[in-house]
């Protein structure tokens, strides 16, 4: 049985701002996540991902780059981080071809820039957050999840609010 989506907003003010709360994101976060971000250009995606790839233990964010022409970079931290950048697929079976099922059943946390293209290949089970510009500098952060499981975790997190 699927839980009713848990929904939290979130207001960003800056990158720097987007990307404490990225950190703080990843505190949440569990082995066999996948996190689903989805907003325009420009809307914070990869310095969102940047945050949570810091808060998972890795060293440094310029190691975190958007993977739009490789399609998946992995980073090591406190366990394997997948990075998918899914802007230059069209369909849910080329996300699969990349063995997006392997990367969600291992100990690792995926997380997949544009998802919206790749909807179907999503677990049903993961965290979308959706970015959007609200003006130069701020951003709503839209969070949604179906995992009673993942809502809890976020729920426990004060800082996130």
Not at 16 to 32: F, H, N, V, Y
């Given at each position: 049985?699927?839980?009713?989506?848990?929904?939290?907003?979130?207001?960003?003010?800056?990158?720097?701002?987007?990307?404490?709360?990225?950190?703080?994101?990843?505190?949440?976060?569990?082995?066999?996540?996948?996190?689903?971000?989805?907003?325009p250009l420009g809307a914070g995606k990869t310095q969102l991902v940047k945050g949570i790839a810091l808060?998972?233990?890795?060293?440094?964010?310029?190691?975190?780059?958007?993977?739009?022409?490789?399609?998946?970079?992995?980073?090591?931290?406190?366990?394997?981080?997948?990075?998918?950048?899914?802007?230059?697929?069209?369909?849910?079976?080329?996300?699969?071809?990349?063995?997006?099922?392997?990367?969600?059943?291992?100990?690792?946390?995926?997380?997949?820039?544009?998802?919206?293209?790749?909807?179907?290949?999503?677990?049903?089970?993961?965290?979308?957050?959706?970015?959007?510009?609200?003006?130069?500098?701020?951003?709503?952060?839209?969070?949604?999840?179906?995992?009673?499981?993942?809502?809890?975790?976020?729920?426990?997190?004060?800082?996130?609010?």
């Amino acid at each position: 049985m699927t839980a009713p989506p848990t929904n939290l907003e979130l207001r960003s003010s800056s990158p720097d701002d987007t990307l404490r709360i990225g950190r703080d994101l990843a505190a949440c976060l569990s082995p066999g996540d996948v996190v689903a971000l989805v907003g325009p250009l420009g809307a914070g995606k990869t310095q969102l991902v940047k945050g949570i790839a810091l808060g998972l233990g890795v060293p440094d964010s310029r190691l975190v780059n958007s993977p739009t022409f490789v399609l998946v970079n992995e980073y090591a931290g406190r366990f394997p981080i997948h990075h998918l950048d899914a802007y230059r697929l069209t369909s849910a079976s080329e996300l699969e071809a990349l063995g997006f099922d392997e990367m969600c059943a291992g100990n690792t946390v995926v997380l997949v820039e544009w998802a919206d293209r790749v909807t179907g290949a999503i677990p049903a089970a993961a965290l979308w957050i959706e970015l959007s510009v609200v003006s130069d500098n701020e951003r709503r952060l839209t969070l949604r999840t179906t995992s009673a499981d993942l809502a809890a975790r976020l729920a426990n997190r004060a800082r996130l609010r």
